[in-house]
């Protein structure tokens, strides 16, 4: 049942992923661009150094653009997904995405902010869940940060403060693992960690 449940959502997927961006629109991002997130970013609270926010928002589009090439995108996502499944494309999974902006952005070893995963329905058995990378202000939470999402237009930046994305209801990737892990748990009969 389980699998004719994946083979449907698959399907479901395909029919979609007309919708989504033809491969020749992707741009790796104008000066107004950069120039917009670096100054939403810079609006997510008075602690944030704006030279932090100018250098988050050129890595996020230069970044993008770099991971584009290298995962060889020149589809949609979802069909893009099912050639990195069947094993004809290297990387290029949401999570891909996100794990590589993250691991980008870390490196910069920001003072005023963080760096930030997040998952999207990861609850949910009919929808396939969602990654991403964010960034807030030092200490904040994911619902006080920025989306920085390459994956969902395959290739072209997507950006919103987590609050504004209503395409997606983000919860923080730790407190995913830990569900998960408890489900897991519950699932081979062993018992709940206290």
């Known amino acids: 049942m389980r699998l004719k ?31 917009a997130l670096e100054k939403a970013i810079i609006d997510l609270g008075p602690s944030v150094d704006p030279a ?26 979802i069909i893009h997904n099912m050639k990195v499944n069947m094993g004809t494309r290297p990387r290029g999974l949401c999570w891909h995405w996100a794990e590589d902006m993250e691991k980008r952005l870390l490196a910069e070893n920001f003072q005023t902010l963080d760096v930030l995963r997040a998952i999207a329905n990861a609850d949910v058995n009919f929808r396939i869940d969602h990654s991403t990378a964010l960034v807030a202000p030092k200490g904040k939470t994911i619902r006080e940060a ?47 960690p206290g």
């Open 52 to 77: 932090e926010a100018a250098r988050v928002a050129e890595i996020a589009y230069t970044h993008t653009r770099e991971l584009a090439i290298a995962y060889q995108i020149t589809d949609p996502p």
């Open 5 to 35: 449940v994946r083979f449907l959502a698959y399907l479901m997927a395909l029919a979609l992923a007309a919708c989504g961006q033809p491969p020749e629109s992707r741009q790796m991002g104008s000066v107004d661009d950069i120039r």
């Open 146 to 192: 920025m989306i920085l999402d390459p994956w969902r237009f395959g290739g072209t930046l997507f950006w919103s403060e987590t609050p504004a994305d209503t395409r997606y209801d983000w919860v923080p990737q730790k407190e995913v693992i830990a569900w998960r892990r408890q489900r897991l748990l519950a699932e081979q009969g062993n018992p709940q």
